[in-house]
Nanobody, 124 residues
Framework: EVQLVESGGGLVQVGGSLRLSCAASGFTFDDYAIGWFRQAPGKEREGVSGISISDGRTYYADSVKGRFTISSDNAKNTVYLQMDSLKPEDTAVYYC?????????????????WGQGTQVTVSS
């Protein structure tokens, strides 16, 4: 069974940090790209960051560049999103998703698998 399970969300003050985790199982991790997306109430889903597992290529949306860092631990089949200098506008439900072939394409296009999401709330 394919699973993507997010964790690490929570409530944090402006300027604080959180690290989200996306644990993958049920597919060949190295063949995939993993993306992080977010959706705030009343807004469309937005691509945040992505990583190609096999070669480590990364992508960041302009809104998070310089503040968020994506990484992977291939031994644990887990992708992390380190979020620093958080702002109120980062408040959203964050989802991870996987697709193969591992194309980043600015996180546009169809993804094969999605997690259930984790809430991030940044208070001012």
């Amino acid at each position: 069974e394919v699973q993507l399970v997010e964790s690490g969300g929570g409530l944090v003050q402006v300027g604080g940090s959180l690290r989200l985790s996306c644990a993958a199982s049920g597919f060949t991790f190295d063949d995939y790209a993993i993306g992080w997306f977010r959706q705030a109430p009343g807004k469309e889903r937005e691509g945040v960051s992505g990583i190609s597992i096999s070669d480590g290529r990364t992508y960041y949306a302009d809104s998070v560049k310089g503040r968020f860092t994506i990484s992977s631990d291939n031994a644990k089949n887990t992708v992390y999103l380190q979020m620093d200098s958080l702002k109120p506008e980062d408040t959203a439900v964050y989802y991870c998703a996987g697709r193969t072939p591992p194309l980043l394409l600015r996180l546009l296009g169809k993804y094969d698998y999605w997690g259930q999401g984790t809430q991030v709330t940044v208070s001012s």
